[in-house]
């Protein structure tokens, strides 16, 4: 490349990356985006995308299961794993193409290689033909993060799989193991079971998906356990003692020991920022448990030094990794921009029931010492649930009792993860109760739950 100064250089081409720079360049700013592997990130390539891709296998399969109930006949029911597989990665490949497209059509330039910062405004590249120095008065670090991995319990890739594996396996499990419950634990173990691996989630938290309101958490492993899963709560894996094909997994609970064997084990405890080689320390940059300290702007406290997306801390969300990618390279380009709100950011979950939620869990609220008011609609109360034969969840809805403001709300069921977005945008309005009471929601949708919860934390519920 002749020009090798730029007005913003971005380290990291995932979705907070390649964001931020196709935003720079929106407004004017000469932009270079820096990607050490595929353009899309993890996102794109090894998490969210093709993550759905699976599930959404999965989803079709266990409905051709379900034909008889819906009055039609399926016979031969089957599938083929290797073709699954192909058409996750074949979805990923699609969308992370699309990224090279963007870049082109808004004049981003992508530099292939391994970034690190070398001084105020420098970023050297390793690219295959050597090293460039690119400048900039503006670096924006996006890096992202990978699996955590603990002592005793690392992947191998046969025995062992991270999300990386698990998304490009060399086999479908017979007896699996998934250590850890989070969304990447859980969708995982939804996966594989559905398509019959017997299958045990292992949680050293007091319950599964710890980070949802506990009514939805039990609520989930209700119909995880309905569906064949073996949960484990409190229970923490000790060792793994790997033999030929299989795997000895040794528990603790209640200060008590057993084993169980498995031929594969997925392990999903936590991720880890990418904050090696990049020159942070060197930089002045403050780091915290391997995620760059930043204050609500994004900024790192090292002028000109902006972090965005998983590397930045929590939450761990592509969602909330573009929204920062927009709100640094409006700031770098002069404009007004607006800091994000944890509390705003939902969270999904694509496991079977799918599991969605924003804002505080009662118990948060609780713990904040406000007084509240909390509704619930199931599922069987709603005439399009039942119709989609999807009779199974549950909306909960969590108000300020003084002021009407929406503090949470907490979904499980069919297309809750869509659902969400009307809480999200209420919250991000600083809505009432009021306000989503008036509102007319069309039917038969699944949104009038959405309605009902409001509605019966008021004691005014009409189908329930």
């Known amino acids: 490349m002749a020009d090798q100064q730029y007005d913003m250089i971005v380290i990291g081409a995932g979705p907070g990356g390649y964001v931020a720079a196709i935003r720079g360049a929106q407004l004017g700013l000469k932009v270079a985006c820096v990607e050490r592997e595929h353009l899309g990130g993890i996102c794109l390539n090894w998490g969210c995308i093709p993550t759905k891709a699976l599930l959404r296998s999965a989803e079709v399969f266990h409905l051709m299961e379900r034909a008889k109930d819906f009055g039609l006949k ?4 089957g599938f083929d794993f290797e073709a699954v597989i192909k058409r996750s990665r074949g979805v990923a490949k699609q969308l992370a193409g699309g990224i090279g497209h963007l870049f082109k059509k808004n004049k981003v330039t992508p530099v292939m290689g391994e970034a690190r910062l070398a001084g105020k405004g420098k970023v050297v590249v390793k690219t295959d033909k050597g090293e460039e120095t690119l400048t900039a008065p503006a670096i924006v670090l996006a890096t992202g993060a990978r699996a955590r991995e603990l002592p005793g319990l690392e992947a191998d890739g046969d025995l062992v799989w991270t999300y990386r594996h698990a998304l490009q396996p060399p086999r479908m499990p017979s007896r699996l193991l998934v250590i850890g419950s989070g969304a990447i634990g859980i969708e995982f173990a939804s996966f594989y079971n559905t398509l019959g691996a017997e299958t045990t989630v292992v949680e050293v938290m007091d319950r599964i998906l710890p980070v949802e309101d506990a009514e939805i958490s039990a609520f989930a492993k209700k119909q995880f356990q309905k569906q064949g899963m073996t949960i484990r709560e409190k229970t923490q894996v000790k060792s793994l003692d790997r033999g030929k094909g299989k795997v000895t997994a040794t528990f603790e609970a209640d200060g008590k020991t057993d084993t169980a064997e498995f031929d594969t084990v997925i392990s999903a405890v936590g991720i880890v920022g990418n904050v090696e080689g990049l020159g942070l320390e060197e930089a002045g940059v403050k780091l915290d448990r391997t995620h760059v300290v930043v204050d609500e702007y994004c900024r ?10 998983d590397i930045a801390g929590a939450p761990w969300l592509a969602h909330k990794a573009s929204h920062e ?20 950011i939902a969270g999904c979950t694509y496991c079977q029931p799918q599991i969605a939620s924003v804002g505080l869990t009662e118990a948060k609220a609780k713990e904040a010492g406000l007084d509240i008011k909390v509704g619930h609609f199931p599922f069987i109360g709603n005439g399009k649930a039942i119709a989609l034969g999807e009779p199974e969840g549950m909306i909960k809805t969590i108000f300020d009792a003084k002021t009407g403001e929406l503090l949470g709300a ?35 949708t699944l949104s009038e739950m959405m309605h009902e919860s409001v509605l019966d934390a008021y004691g005014r519920a009409i189908h329930f």
């Open 410 to 444: 907490h979904m499980v069921g069919a297309e809750v993860t869509e659902l969400i977005q009307g809480y999200v945008v209420g919250r991000t309005l600083e809505t009432t109760e009021a306000e989503l009471m008036e509102t007319v929601f069309p039917h038969p």
């Open 325 to 344: 990618g927009v709100m640094v390279a409006e700031l770098i380009a002069g404009q007004h921009a607006h800091p994000i709100k944890p509390g705003t």
């Open 300 to 309: 790192t406290g090292v002028e000109g030094l902006y972090a965005i997306g």
């Open 74 to 77: 399926a016979g031969d029911i």
